[in-house]
T-cell receptor
Framework: SAVISQKPSRDICQRGTSLTIQCQVD?????MFWYRQQPGQSLTLIAT?????????ESGFVIDKFPISRPNLTFSTLTVSNMSPEDSSIYLC??????????????FGPGTRLTVL | AQTVTQSQPEMSVQEAETVTLSCTYD???????LFWYKQPPSRQMILVIR??????QNATENRFSVNFQKAAKSFSLKISDSQLGDAAMYFC??????????????FGKGTKLSVKP
């Protein structure tokens, strides 16, 4: 399985600022996703990070608030812009490979715990 | 739209005993995947087991097994010989059977499992 790392692991930010979260996978993967997990809740998909093109956002999430980049097959960033306390969540990066022995298994990074004051 | 329902917010099991976590889902697709993920307090999402909808045989991984009832759209997880390290949130998840923009996971709300020594 691919090993996924995220930076930072946690951060405390002030209202109105922005934070960029990095996701690095140690092998080329077919798809990368960003999820949000609000306190005590399940995971909700923010967007699919597309390599070399604009991300595909889910209903309720917009590019101006959550700009995403994916310059290559192993790296993606998620920015949480103009933060408010409601953005306090765990943000998780995930990958999907559709081939090989581990094809169709989806793995997650360790998450970034964001607290907005 | 696909939905995943976990009707047990919390479950408890005695160490070395067996526990079953329930999951039902709703879909009109015939080709899909089902997963159980474990999330301990460290918040790392760990893939426990995977089931392909086209396979009639129930998946097993060591002490973990599933009871997949396709007609009933039921996908329960059985943990045998429960260990203290099994204590965690368990999420049931669904994914369509092909990639593209629908490669993301849809999660249930989770079941918090406690293991008593």
């Amino acid at each position: 399985s691919a090993v996924i790392s995220q930076k930072p692991s946690r951060d405390i930010c002030q209202r109105g600022t922005s934070l960029t979260i990095q996701c690095q996978v140690d092998s080329q993967v077919t798809m990368m996703f960003w999820y949000r997990q609000q306190p005590g809740q399940s995971l909700t998909l923010i967007a699919t990070a597309n390599q070399g093109s604009e991300a595909t956002y889910e209903s309720g999430f917009v590019i101006d608030k959550f700009p995403i980049s994916r310059p290559n097959l192993t790296f993606s960033t998620l920015t949480v812009s103009n933060m408010s306390p409601e953005d306090s969540s765990i943000y998780l990066c995930s990958d999907l490979t559709t081939s090989g022995r581990k094809g169709n298994e989806q793995f997650f990074g360790p998450g970034t715990r964001l607290t907005v004051l | 739209a696909q939905t995943v329902t976990q009707s047990q917010p919390e479950m408890s099991v005695q160490e070395a005993e067996t526990v079953t976590l329930s999951c039902t889902y709703d879909t009109s697709e015939s080709d899909y995947y089902l997963f159980w993920y474990k999330q301990p307090p460290s918040r790392q999402m760990i893939l426990v087991i995977r089931q392909e909808a086209y396979k009639q045989q129930n998946a097993t991984e060591n002490r973990f097994s599933v009871n997949f009832q396709k007609a009933a759209k039921s996908f329960s997880l059985k943990i045998s010989d429960s260990q203290l390290g099994d204590a965690a949130m368990y999420f049931c998840a669904y994914r369509r059977g092909y990639g593209g923009s629908q490669g993301n996971l849809i999660f249930g709300k989770g079941t918090k499992l406690s293991v008593k020594p």
